[in-house]
């Protein structure tokens, strides 16, 4: 399916689109970038402009094209499948590696996402929230309206971030995190039973979702639901400072 491209935005060389993508009136996307299929992004937003780095290029890429050198022209953005950009939302070139937003994401008024950072699917980022550079926000995590994160910060899967909060550290999976500076409150209860746990199941998984306990050993994550047995194991995994 064509894309339907308003005619007052601008697309700029380098920059490769699927199909089926709505991009509204006065959007900028210049490269390197990569958007792929069913994105609504709607009027205002701008996509690629330089990481907000004083020592870095700023190049015009709306006038010209990427020369192809990361150091002039950034480590690109890549955007998959079905996300909903909002307007005024921004996401900004990597420095250092591509900043990357997965696919069906939910992106409100106004956001943005900072350089390098990392955004898996599922993930629902809520008007005026802004992370610092090098973030990762695994699958499923949500930030509530003017939340900030600091750089380099992880949002676990299924955590949720409350409003106004300041995030200075990881948030934990399928938690709950609120304030300035943000402290864990609990577990994300709802998140979990919504994708199929029992109470039962849920209390038995809280001692490793508080950091107090590892996973339980009677093989527990292998009889979650696919998915979300599979961000279990990873998160379980991944590396620590």
């Given at each position: 399916m064509v894309n339907r491209i308003h005619p007052t935005a601008v697309i700029g060389e380098g920059v490769e689109l699927g199909e089926d993508n709505v991009i509204g009136p006065f959007t900028v996307i210049v490269g390197p970038a990569r958007i792929g299929d069913g994105n609504w992004i709607g009027p205002h937003v701008t996509i690629g402009t330089p990481g907000e780095d004083r020592g870095r290029e700023h190049p015009a890429a709306w006038d010209s094209a990427p020369n192809g050198d990361p150091d002039h022209d950034g480590h690109g953005v890549v955007i998959g499948s079905r996300n909903r950009i909002r307007e005024y939302a921004s996401v900004h070139q990597g420095t250092?590696?591509?900043?990357?937003?997965?696919?069906?994401?939910?992106?409100?008024?106004?956001?943005?996402?900072?350089?390098?950072?990392?955004?898996?699917?599922?993930?629902?980022?809520?008007?005026?929230?802004?992370?610092?550079?090098?973030?990762?926000?695994?699958?499923?995590?949500?930030?509530?309206?003017?939340?900030?994160?600091?750089?380099?910060?992880?949002?676990?899967?299924?955590?949720?971030?409350?409003?106004?909060s300041a995030v200075r550290k990881e948030v934990g999976a399928f938690t709950i995190a609120v304030g300035n500076p943000a402290r864990v409150t609990g577990v994300n209860t709802v998140g979990l039973s919504r994708r199929g746990l029992d109470e039962a199941t849920i209390e038995a998984l809280g001692p490793w979702l508080k950091g107090k306990a590892g996973l339980p050993e009677d093989g527990l994550a292998d009889r979650l639901p696919g998915d979300l047995s599979t961000l279990v194991k990873a998160w379980d995994a991944r590396p620590r400072e």
């Open positions: 250092w590696r591509t900043t990357t937003i997965g696919d069906g994401g939910y992106f409100l008024r106004g956001s943005h996402i900072a350089h390098d950072c990392l955004v898996e699917d599922a993930v629902t980022v809520a008007s005026n929230v802004v992370t610092g550079g090098h973030c990762h926000l695994w699958s499923g995590a949500n930030l509530g309206m003017g939340a900030i994160l600091h750089q380099r910060v992880v949002i676990g899967p299924g955590a949720m971030v409350g409003m106004s």
